[in-house]
Every structure is written in structure tokens, then in C-alpha cells.
């Protein structure tokens, strides 16, 4: 169990990675490679979660950490949760394990999402419209969505443009379309006790994502995927005031490390009595673990 009272912070938004070579015929190593470039990550293949959990124990910092169920969609064979549970298990002095389920997988990924919060401590669930192919708001995947409701368990989706297929050819074929945050206010609406997180600065949909978490209780916005030091005005300002208890700490590790992200923070223009409340005290409420 992490000791939410003395760890330095809270990294919302993590991915898991498995060990090299393991996608050596699917495409997903050049993926990841091309993005390491982007991003100017120190790494020809990402870490794995024990590697993962090393450095955000070595930081101090818990970290929500999740796959991408994308297979559908990309080819990229999945991680399976149970593995990424199982690990995170190993692991739970610092790591938070969410899951992801292609919202395609209907009724039987409903049901693994109930297995998965009842027995294997799963706190959470990822979701990347533009990686999986899906409008957040098709009724299809609103059998998923009600498993995740009745857990009482946060939703986090992908919001904006993505550094996944960024450069490469057709952008290697991923839909910018299906990651506008405006999709999600009808979540918000159809499932208002389910928590919702808009990730990242949602470029080049920034004050869509504001008015829905204002507008709506149970939507939250993770600050990963961007330095600080990059973060629009608006954004800044809605955090410092009407949102001040809606934001997140969140890194995009492996692509950004959180010592990084922390130091842009500490020089961003956030009110000193709010950053408590990006860095730990917001997303302890959402877990349901604030003393």
C-alpha cells in the first residue's frame, strides 16, 4: 500500500511497458522508438514497470500506471491487464494499477472489468479514443462504461493531439477526430457519478476541456503529456482558480520523467496554495484514499 501522506507527489498518468523485443513483428518497438524521439526521451525502448517502479521509489512519488488496449485498432498486441495487475501487486509500496479495455469488447469487457476491481486490486481504467478508433460518446461502449460506474472507479481518457504516430507516414494512421474533449460531456452527463479525466492540455481543444470540467462535477484534468513551462495561459489561470481542485499531476512517463515535469512546474506560474493540491492532495480524493 503507498503512504499517500509522506510520498513527495502523485503521477497521475504512467504507461506500463513490457520488456524489449516482445513486439519485434507488430510494429510497436518502431512506435515506440519514433515517439522517444519526439518526446526527446533518454530511451531506445521504454522501461518496464519493475524498472518503473524503481525510479518513481527512488523520486518518492507514487504513480497510476496503465496499458493500452489497442489491438483492435493498431495491430499492437495488448498487455494484458492481469499481467500489469500482477506486477503493479509486486510493486504496490508506490504503483497504482489501472486497466484499459477496448470499449469494442462489449459485454466481455465489462465483465473483466468487474473481475479486475473485485479481484485483482485494479483502481482505474485508461482509455485512448484516437489509439483505439472510437468516439468517446458511442452508445456502443457504454456496456463498458457501466461496469466501470458500478465500481465507482475513475475513467481516464486521452484528450487533444497525441505524440503516438506523430511524424510518421498518415500519422501512422491515428484519428486526431476521436480525441476531442467535448465528446466527453456527454459521459459526464449519461454517468455523473463516474469520475472522468480529461489527459493532458487537450491541443487544440484547451477551452472545450475547461468548460467541461467546469461545467461538470465529476470531470477532472490530468496536467501530462507537456512541460509546465508549455502550458497555456488559460490553462494556468482555470487551475489557479475555478479548477484549483480538478487539476492533476500527471507525466506521460517514460516519455516525460516527473523530476523533469516537477522542475517546469516549480518555475510555472501556479499560486503556491494550489500546488499542493495538483501535486497530491486532488488526486488523493479521487482515489478515495484522503485522510
Given at each position: 500500500?503507498?503512504?499517500?501522506?509522506n510520498?513527495r507527489?502523485?503521477?497521475f498518468?504512467?504507461?506500463?511497458?513490457?520488456?524489449?523485443?516482445?513486439?519485434?513483428d507488430?510494429?510497436?518497438?518502431?512506435?515506440?522508438?519514433?515517439m522517444?524521439?519526439?518526446?526527446?526521451?533518454?530511451w531506445?525502448?521504454?522501461?518496464?514497470?519493475?524498472e518503473t517502479?524503481a525510479h518513481?521509489?527512488?523520486k518518492?512519488?507514487?504513480?497510476?500506471?496503465?496499458?493500452?488496449?489497442?489491438?483492435?485498432?493498431?495491430?499492437?498486441?495488448?498487455?494484458d491487464?492481469?499481467?500489469?495487475?500482477?506486477?503493479?501487486?509486486?510493486?504496490?509500496?508506490?504503483l497504482?494499477?489501472?486497466?484499459?479495455?477496448?470499449?469494442?469488447k462489449?459485454?466481455l469487457?465489462a465483465?473483466?472489468?468487474?473481475?479486475?476491481?473485485?479481484?485483482?486490486?485494479?483502481q482505474?481504467?485508461?482509455?485512448?479514443?484516437t489509439?483505439?478508433?472510437?468516439?468517446?460518446?458511442?452508445?456502443?461502449?457504454?456496456?463498458?462504461?457501466?461496469?466501470?460506474?458500478?465500481t465507482?472507479?475513475?475513467?481516464?481518457?486521452?484528450?487533444?493531439?497525441?505524440g503516438?504516430?506523430s511524424?510518421?507516414?498518415?500519422?501512422?494512421?491515428m484519428?486526431?477526430?476521436?480525441?476531442?474533449?467535448?465528446?466527453?460531456d456527454?459521459?459526464a452527463v449519461?454517468?455523473?457519478?463516474?469520475?472522468?479525466?480529461?489527459a493532458h492540455?487537450?491541443?487544440?481543444?484547451q477551452?472545450?476541456?475547461?468548460s467541461?470540467?467546469?461545467?461538470?462535477p465529476n470531470?477532472?484534468?490530468?496536467?501530462s503529456?507537456?512541460?509546465?513551462?508549455y502550458?497555456?495561459?488559460?490553462l494556468?489561470q482555470y487551475?489557479?482558480?475555478?479548477l484549483?481542485k480538478k487539476m492533476?499531476?500527471?507525466?506521460d512517463?517514460?516519455?516525460?520523467?516527473?523530476e523533469?515535469?516537477l522542475?517546469?512546474?516549480?518555475?510555472?506560474?501556479?499560486r503556491?496554495?494550489v500546488r499542493?493540491?495538483?501535486?497530491?492532495?486532488?488526486?488523493?480524493?479521487?482515489?478515495?484514499?484522503?485522510?
Amino acid at each position: 500500500m503507498v503512504d499517500f501522506e509522506n510520498v513527495r507527489a502523485i503521477d497521475f498518468h504512467t504507461h506500463a511497458e513490457e520488456a524489449c523485443g516482445c513486439h519485434a513483428d507488430d510494429g510497436y518497438d518502431e512506435l515506440q522508438s519514433t515517439m522517444a524521439k519526439y518526446f526527446g526521451a533518454p530511451w531506445q525502448h521504454p522501461p518496464t514497470i519493475d524498472e518503473t517502479a524503481a525510479h518513481y521509489r527512488e523520486k518518492n512519488i507514487a504513480a497510476v500506471i496503465f496499458p493500452v488496449d489497442a489491438e483492435r485498432e493498431t495491430g499492437y498486441r495488448r498487455y494484458d491487464n492481469y499481467e500489469v495487475a500482477d506486477a503493479c501487486a509486486k510493486n504496490s509500496d508506490i504503483l497504482i494499477p489501472f486497466a484499459s479495455i477496448d470499449p469494442a469488447k462489449g459485454k466481455l469487457g465489462a465483465r473483466e472489468a468487474r473481475d479486475l476491481v473485485e479481484n485483482h486490486g485494479v483502481q482505474g481504467f485508461k482509455f485512448h479514443p484516437t489509439m483505439q478508433g472510437f468516439y468517446p460518446n458511442d452508445r456502443s461502449a457504454y456496456v463498458l462504461y457501466e461496469a466501470i460506474a458500478e465500481t465507482g472507479k475513475p475513467a481516464l481518457f486521452h484528450t487533444g493531439q497525441t505524440g503516438v504516430g506523430s511524424g510518421m507516414p498518415g500519422g501512422n494512421g491515428m484519428r486526431l477526430k476521436y480525441s476531442n474533449p467535448m465528446y466527453m460531456d456527454d459521459l459526464a452527463v449519461d454517468f455523473p457519478d463516474m469520475p472522468i479525466i480529461l489527459a493532458h492540455p487537450s491541443f487544440p481543444w484547451q477551452e472545450e476541456a475547461l468548460s467541461v470540467a467546469q461545467h461538470k462535477p465529476n470531470v477532472y484534468i490530468d496536467l501530462s503529456g507537456w512541460s509546465p513551462k508549455y502550458f497555456p495561459k488559460i490553462l494556468i489561470q482555470y487551475a489557479n482558480r475555478m479548477l484549483k481542485k480538478k487539476m492533476l499531476f500527471g507525466s506521460d512517463w517514460p516519455m516525460i520523467a516527473p523530476e523533469k515535469w516537477l522542475d517546469a512546474f516549480d518555475q510555472a506560474d501556479f499560486r503556491d496554495d494550489v500546488r499542493p493540491l495538483i501535486l497530491k492532495e486532488n488526486a488523493m480524493r479521487l482515489l478515495g484514499v484522503a485522510s
